[in-house]
């Protein structure tokens, strides 16, 4: 089955560090464009982070100096390491893939992925 599952999500207290694993199942991440995105109930999924085939990233505003993606080919296996956490942080994260695209479009909701996961919770609460 073709498919991207999330991992790692949970109960962290402000300050804290989680790091979510986007594992691909039935086809090889090399050469997409993989993004984060999360998404709380009454506002609109916001691009996190992206990483290309390359290894070039590009982060929200929000996360920059917190958050870092990074890609494991071996593995197949993308990540977010998320410190310093904020109870703003608080959304459900769902990863994404696409064969062709650039990190701007990715993070600009402009593309049309061609897969994503179920998602992860991420809960910052003391």
């Known amino acids: 089955q073709l498919q991207l599952v999330e991992s790692g999500g949970g109960l962290v207290q402000p300050g804290g560090s989680l790091r979510l694993s986007c594992a691909a199942s039935?086809?090889?991440?090399?050469?997409?464009?993989i993004g984060w995105f999360r998404q709380v109930p009454g506002k609109e999924r916001e691009g996190v982070s992206c990483i290309t085939s390359g290894g070039s990233t590009n982060y929200a505003d929000s996360v920059k100096g917190r958050f870092t993606i990074s890609r494991d080919n071996a593995k197949n296996t993308v990540y977010l390491q998320m410190n310093s956490l904020k109870p703003e942080d608080t959304a459900v994260y769902y990863c994404a893939a696409i064969s062709k695209g650039v990190c701007f479009g990715v993070m600009a909701g402009t593309y049309g992925m061609d897969y994503w996961g179920k998602g992860t919770l991420v809960t910052v609460s003391s």
């Open positions: 039935g086809f090889t991440l090399d050469y997409y464009v």
